[in-house]
């Protein structure tokens, strides 16, 4: 397995690049996690896990953007009281 001499900055450049990817498709993947980042054999970094991926529009305001409301991660804490 390839990994260069920096190992995080590379994960995090591949990471970064993957969610730019979708972005400039005008999606949001909504789940970004460690246990979502696979390595393959040769060293390549893949976001997966799209189950919870949702369109956005570039450039509308963010309270129009429903994909943004409630990450799927805080829904496993629900239910549980919410103040304002």
Sequence with gaps: MFLPRRPS???????LAAIHTMHSDGMI????KG???LFTA???VKV????TALPFTPGAPAEKQY???LPPTCCAMLPCPVSS
Excluded at 9 to 15: A, D, Q, T
């Design 42 to 44: 040769d060293g390549s």
């Design 35 to 37: 246990a979502n980042v």
């Design 29 to 32: 993947h909504r789940d970004i």
């Design 9 to 15: 900055r590379y994960v995090l450049r591949e990471i």
């Design 67 to 69: 994909a943004i409301l």
């Design 48 to 51: 997966m896990d799209f189950d």
